[in-house]
């Protein structure tokens, strides 16, 4: 069979065609055009006709998986043989046959060769039609380079009744995955159990603004094999209103029991490209305005909304070169949470100019902004060429500045340096709240690595975080010792005095005094953040160690032995992490690496050592018992969270601290110092 085909089409679509379900064809991807031409050629050879060519339509997206728009059938055997015809194929989507998502016109002739074998040719040509309504919906619903939402669909998974046993115990290990387009969210897994309490709680961008369908399907966690389907359910966003929630029990399609849901639709302004020369900003009337809608007076309006960040990508320089022609196709992608906005892609050129504007609304202030350099590569994934990550709360606002590019791990530096200028306006007092409730989950997170480097930092971390401990516990024994008569005779005095004038509101007090201490020393010129150097000094180890342990890796035949345990070393590895990095937080929070939360720990023991100086404890613990006896029986469906906690995951991380840090700009790199840390 002989296949010749030119097609026209939106986004950027490229076309597979399957026969006897082996891909036999896939065209080459036309970017950024909304009147494609491949102008492609094929040949191909049939056993019979009576299998049908299978024809999908894709969308490419870089790095993530590419969106299906449309599919349809060509049956063989209703053509005629050694004539042209000119065929129409309307698109569908199986799962909701009743959208219209355009068509493909074709042009085929069927000739007959030597034998029973049979060829045919076509013609793909004119246009890939759509109905100008849903065009609309596919285009802000599928296609992430204009990523424009409308608004959030906030769902939270409160239980589980009934599900359907799958394990030999009778019960199940079920787990929940939600889908809508291309978001992806996946729920914790409860074992043992056919009632399963969940209470997450999930955010979906809503980009069409008449709804969308949330694909929801249940699991059951089988460890060392393939988990097992339990069931499937659908929301239709159309049929729910607005700014209003709603409680959901939804019964289970191909399986047993019912899942129980509060939805919530909620508008809000979306995110939004444009021009340099169309800034809001830069208007006095429309700044005053953003102003005055983040002002204190305003404090406890619309809590989710807490403020605005503006990013002008203005141009970068000396960037990697990733053709062969010694040249790049850069463009670049802005992340803010699970926003996700790209720039158009300058051809040919290591110094290009974008000029953009991107704005954002912030849900939390503690959010980093993470702006990634690629290039273009046509049919394959694009090529990684640097990226920076800016935590909001380190923007100077209106400041331009040229920040050095980063490798992937963010751990060195590559080639190039990007300009960027930002702006952050945002609520104090909702940024304080907000960091008291459970940070947003990404939904677009890399798979975790087994790593034996990785694995050693994280040792090394928790190592570090005991040893703050046992030297702790040195120095007090040596008060008991009178190693140092002076520092034993102050100790004791220092014991006697708090012991007998002891009162509960000395502990938030006690716990005051070391952050007012490092602040005072921070004020002097005194740096108290020395540990962060040693991670980062870890951590370039690590960046210089990741090639020589893969080629290690291979010859010793250490990932075959370690592929058995993956799991295990994984869980591990995530352990040690989670230890270390509550420690490190909890460091850093007295150590003031991030101001804002400094301050709001302090107001927060302050406020805790007024209420216990002025309130009786049994008062306290009285009211702490009523709040928790009758918390299920004022909101059955509230999502329990632990206030502490939610404080901590916004403070960073020793390594996180070096991500975030920004590198110094070298006018004179060291050849050999870039070769190193160049991630390509």
């Given at each position: 069979m002989c296949l010749l085909f030119f097609f026209l089409g939106t986004s950027d679509p490229y076309v597979k065609f399957k026969i006897a379900g082996k891909e036999v064809f896939r065209s080459k991807t036309i970017h950024?055009?909304?009147?494609?031409?491949?102008?492609?050629?094929?040949?191909?050879l049939v056993e019979t006709l009576r299998d049908p060519l299978y024809v999908k339509v894709f969308d490419y997206d870089f790095g993530l998986q590419d969106d299906f728009m449309g599919s349809a059938y060509l049956y063989l055997e209703s053509l005629e043989h050694q004539r042209a015809l000119d065929v129409t194929l309307d698109l569908k989507d199986p799962q909701y046959p009743e959208h219209n998502l355009g068509s493909l016109e074709l042009s085929v002739t069927l000739t007959p060769k030597e034998g029973d074998v049979r060829d045919a040719t076509m013609l793909l040509r004119r246009n890939w039609k759509r109905s100008s309504k849903y065009q609309s919906m596919r285009l802000s619903?599928?296609?992430r380079k204009a990523q424009l939402w409308r608004g959030i669909v906030s769902i939270s998974l409160i239980e589980g009744h009934g599900l359907q046993p799958m394990d030999a115990n009778g019960l199940s290990d079920p787990y929940v995955k939600f889908r809508m387009g291309h978001q992806k969210y996946k729920s914790k897994t409860i074992s043992k159990t056919l009632n399963p309490q969940w209470r997450e709680q999930f955010d979906f961008h809503l980009y069409d603004e008449q709804g969308g369908f949330v694909d929801i399907t249940v699991w059951d966690k089988d460890a060392g094999k393939k988990d097992d389907f339990m069931g499937r359910c659908t929301i239709d966003l159309s049929l729910l209103s607005k700014e209003h929630t709603h409680k959901l029990d939804l019964p289970l399609e191909e399986g047993e029991g019912v899942l129980v849901l509060l939805v919530t639709l909620t508008a809000s302004?979306?995110?939004s490209i444009s021009d340099l020369s169309v800034n809001m900003l830069d208007d006095p009337h429309e700044r005053h305005q953003i102003k005055q809608r983040y002002s204190l007076w305003r404090s406890f309006h619309n809590l989710k909304d807490v403020g605005v960040v503006q990013v002008k990508v203005i141009r970068a320089e000396g960037l990697m070169a990733a053709d062969v022609t010694g040249k790049s196709d850069p463009f670049c992608v802005v992340e803010l949470s699970n926003d996700r906005l790209q720039t158009h892609t300058v051809y040919k050129n290591l110094n290009p100019e974008w000029n953009k504007v991107f704005t954002f609304n912030v849900k939390d202030i503690h959010s980093v902004l993470e702006v990634t350099v690629y290039d273009e590569d046509r049919?394959?994934?694009?090529?990684f060429l640097g990226k920076v990550a800016i935590p909001l709360l380190n923007i100077q606002n209106g400041e331009r500045k040229a920040y050095a590019l980063k490798s992937k791990e963010l751990t060195g530096p590559t080639k190039g340096v990007i300009f960027l200028e930002i702006d952050v306006i945002f609520n104090a007092v909702k940024a304080?709240?907000?960091?008291?409730i459970p940070i947003e989950q990404k939904y677009i997170e890399e798979e975790p690595r087994v790593s034996k480097q990785l694995l050693l930092r994280n040792f090394t971390r928790v190592r570090r975080c005991i040893m703050v401990l046992i030297n702790a516990g040195c120095y007090i024994n040596s008060c008991f010792e009178w190693d140092s008569p002076q520092r034993s005779i102050c100790a004791f005095v220092l014991f006697v005095v708090v012991v007998w004038n002891f009162e509960l509101y000395m502990i938030p007090l006690a716990l005051l005094l070391p952050l007012a201490w490092t602040y005072m020393l921070i004020a002097s010129g005194k740096d108290t953040r020395q540990d962060v150097e040693a991670v980062e000094d870890l951590l370039e180890d690590e960046d210089e160690?990741?090639?020589?342990?893969?080629?290690?890796?291979?010859?010793?035949g250490f990932m075959n032995k370690l592929y058995a345990i993956q799991d295990v070393c994984i869980s591990v590895q995530n352990a040690l992490d989670e230890v270390a990095s509550y420690g490190e937080r909890i460091k850093n929070t007295f150590n003031w690496t991030v101001p804002f939360l400094s301050w709001l720990a302090i107001v927060a023991l302050g406020v805790a050592t007024i209420i216990l100086y002025f309130i009786p404890l049994r008062y306290i613990l009285l009211a702490w018992g009523v709040n928790k006896f009758t918390k299920k029986l004022r909101d059955p469906y509230t999502i329990d969270n632990n206030e502490?906690?939610?404080?901590?995951?916004?403070?960073p991380s020793d390594v996180q601290v070096v991500q975030y840090r920004e590198l110094k700009l070298d006018p004179n790199p060291s050849p050999n110092k870039r070769k190193k840390n160049n991630p390509g």
């Open positions: 950024k055009n909304l009147n494609p031409v491949w102008d492609e050629r094929v040949s191909l619903d599928v296609h302004a979306a995110v049919d394959r994934s694009a090529d304080g709240l907000r960091t008291l160690d990741f090639d020589k342990d893969d080629k290690d890796s291979e010859r010793k502490l906690l939610d404080f901590l995951s916004r403070v």
